[in-house]
């Protein structure tokens, strides 16, 4: 089980509807990356006052999903912000 938990924004669209959009670092390899990025977006969405923020969740999957291919693809596991390789055993 992850120690990083899951990050989640309310906020109301222009039709004046509840959105809600999460994120959860835990389900990622890089899942430090991914709370940083998640924690930078809830930042940004707040200072600006966005009313959607859709594409922000969609692009740090995506990011999520691209990077944890490329560590598996490379027998490889985050720590921390070192890449170190993958015990055998």
């Known amino acids: 089980m992850s120690r990083i938990g ?3 924004l309310i906020y109301t669209n222009p039709k004046g509807t509840a959105m809600r959009r999460v994120i959860r670092p ?3 390899r890089c899942s430090q990356l991914v709370a ?3 924690h930078a ?3 940004h969405h707040r200072a600006t006052a966005l009313t959607n923020s859709q ?3 969609r692009v740090i999957r995506l990011l ?3 990077t944890d291919g490329c ?3 490379r027998g490889l596991e985050a720590a921390g912000h070192v890449w170190t390789e993958r015990s055998s055993t």
């Open 71 to 73: 560590l598996a693809a």
């Open 6 to 8: 899951t990050r989640e």
């Open 36 to 38: 940083q990025l998640a």
């Open 26 to 28: 835990g389900n990622y």
């Open 55 to 57: 594409a922000y969740t």
């Open 41 to 43: 977006w809830i930042a």
């Open 64 to 66: 999520a999903e691209f």
